[in-house]
């Protein structure tokens, strides 16, 4: 998609044919259980962020505005540490029915890998510049000029994610971009975690699965994300353990040829404290919160839910 696309698009509302229709363009509806390409006339202002075991492991972050979701692709997933500046390609809108999707999209469809509801709640666009200090609201008009300008300033009411974040748009700084790159970043505020690990988190906010428990519940047991052809492995935990080391090579390539992240990704355990790929300039004591932990534990003690 080129850039001027990109940007006439935020212009004014979505309510033309031609909305969602890359989203359609890529899918077979009849071999997917995504939703289909519906334009909501309702309007709101829900997110989701939705871990995506494709062939790589990413997050997706989808923002509710004018009836779909626009749509980044973050890579390391989002971040409440404010040292972090997350890359995230904005991609295809996606109906907003797409909002509570779990599950899995079978092996040779777009996007094929288990998909899981890693946060959802409200974003509150923000003034592009700060009253008495403060950030305060915005609305659609001015959320939407803030998408064309580059530079959007939201507030977020998530279960995980909590407090202001920007994205802003990186303009043709590197060879070879698309135009497509962005870099989510959060604020300075009341609800920053300081080496934030976003692999604390492997649960579902909607049905507390893990994406193993995800990944397990189709009617054949096989692990289906994993791409045709580099093997089947049976045993969830060493698929899991194969594809965190597939995540860890892919984050080392990814930080080489990225002129953001000059440090090597650290070698990690496959439950490290600190496991994203970060540059070790960040090696502090990692301030996780008692929270995560409490989380972390009680998520084991579930049972997997039908
Ligand atoms: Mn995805």
Redesign the pocket.
Known sequence: MHNSGLASQYTRRYNNSMALEEYKRKRRFEDTPEPPAKVATKPGHRFVV?M?R?SRL???FRLELDGVLL?W?VPKGPSLDPADKRLAMQ?EDHPVSYFDFEGNIPENNY?A?S?MVWDVGQWQPLSPVQVEGKYVPANDQEARAMIKKGDLKFRLEGERLKGDFALIKMRGRRAGSKGNEWLLIKKHDQNEVEGFDIDQYDSSVLTQRSMDEIAGDNASAEWRSRPAGRGKVKAPWLADAIEKLDQKKAAERKSASSTASSAKAKPKSKKSASSDGQPSAKAEPIDIRASLHAEKKTKKTRLKSA
């Open positions: 939705q995506h494709a990413h997050y997706d749509s692709a991609v996007g890998g998909v």
